[in-house]
């Protein structure tokens, strides 16, 4: 089961970009790097998916080396409202609703004025 | 989130009353989840259905039980409330393999 390991925590200044690490050495062939976003008292949302290499959309990049046993979330240009919890996913979406995604705890990202 | 509804919003209940959430979805996703939220633990599945009649137990799904008779809802029951099952919860939508999960914006459920 390719669970994941993140930082609990990071701060980031207003402006800079930020860049979330997660770890999944036992990631498998058939398996998808996604990341959530969640806001207090909200559902998490959808970021970005990907397999390998890097996947930029209109609010991040996804950077995914050769190996795959990690991956990079990058938010460009943080502002306040980018304050959040975020979850790195891994796990085979074909088969999604088998027992094999873990959300773990996440990385919370505060920004700083 | 469009598409995804959960109710009631917030709910408090005794101990040893018998609880149900229900979400409700116009998306049409094959694949319904539910998850419970509780500090230090992250998001964890309790239960996901992936077709009307057909569901399958999370990592925990201990004194829950699920429903789905109809592609669009989903039902929650605590049989017998306990206090360690207040939480948020969440309920979710997908239909892979394109994107990920859509979440509705929780139940906040309080046993007392």
């Known amino acids: 089961l390719a669970k994941t390991t993140q930082p609990i925590s990071m701060d980031s200044y207003e402006g800079q970009e930020v860049n979330i690490t997660c770890s999944h050495n036992n990631i498998a062939t058939n398996d998808y790097i996604t990341w959530y976003q969640q806001f207090p008292s909200q559902g998490p949302r959808f970021i970005i998916q990907?397999?390998?290499t890097k996947v930029t959309n209109e609010v991040a990049s996804l950077f995914i080396p050769a190996d795959r046993k990690s991956s990079t979330l990058s938010l460009p240009r943080v502002s306040l409202s980018d304050t959040a919890v975020y979850y790195c996913l891994v796990g085979d979406m074909q088969r999604a609703g088998a027992n094999n995604l873990f959300f773990g705890t996440g990385t919370r990202l505060t920004v700083i004025p | 989130d469009a598409g995804i509804t959960q109710s009631p919003r917030h709910k408090v209940t005794e101990t040893g009353t018998p609880v149900t959430l229900r979400c409700h979805q116009t998306?049409?996703?094959?694949?319904m989840y539910w998850y419970r939220q509780d500090p230090g633990h992250g998001l964890r599945l309790i239960h996901y259905s992936y077709g009307v009649k057909d569901t399958d137990k999370g990592e925990v799904s201990d004194g829950y039980s699920v429903s789905r008779s109809k592609t669009e809802d989903f039902l929650l029951t605590l049989e017998s409330a306990t206090s360690s099952q207040t939480s948020v919860y969440f309920c979710?939508?997908?239909?892979?393999?394109?994107?990920?999960?859509?979440f509705g914006s929780g139940t906040r459920l309080t046993v007392v």
């Open positions: 979710a939508i997908s239909e892979p393999p394109a994107g990920g999960y859509t």
């Open positions: 990907g397999y390998k």
């Open positions: 998306e049409n996703h094959r694949y």
